[in-house]
């Protein structure tokens, strides 16, 4: 079993920085590749990135490409989201996930993910 628990969220302005970090524990970290979501007030769940068991690959929502970033340190059990230009519509709760590794297939359905971490809050202000 593996838990996951993100933190870094908050209030933010529109413009602003901020990277949210994921432990993981209870598991070989490097097994999984780690995907982050987001959910926003009254929409569905969705998709925003995903990151390969190594490191080396990462994919992401297309209107996040080029403002978001994935990475992780496998020796720290931990994924990182570094998110630049912050707008508004950015808000949501942001959760980090993790499935075990099999390749980037349908990657971005979060029913393909193991484990779920609880979330952390995204509040980006204009």
């Known amino acids: 079993q593996v838990q996951l628990v993100e933190s870094g969220g908050g209030l933010v302005q529109a413009g602003d920085s901020l990277r949210l970090s994921c432990g993981a524990s209870?598991?070989?970290?490097?097994?999984?590749?780690m995907g982050w979501f987001r959910q926003a007030p009254g929409k569905e769940r969705e998709f925003v990135g995903i990151?390969?068991?190594?490191?080396?690959?990462?994919y992401y929502q297309d209107s996040m490409k080029g403002r978001f970033t994935i990475s992780r340190d496998n020796a720290k059990n931990t994924v990182y989201l570094q998110m630049d230009s912050l707008k508004p519509e950015d808000t949501a709760v942001y959760y980090c996930?993790?499935?075990?590794?099999?390749?980037?297939?349908?990657?971005?359905?979060?029913?393909?993910?193991?484990?779920w971490g609880q979330g952390t809050q995204v509040t980006v202000s204009s």
């Open positions: 996930a993790a499935r075990l590794r099999r390749g980037f297939n349908r990657y971005t359905e979060g029913a393909q993910y193991d484990y």
């Open positions: 990151i390969n068991w190594s490191g080396d690959t990462t």
């Open positions: 209870g598991g070989t970290f490097s097994r999984y590749d």
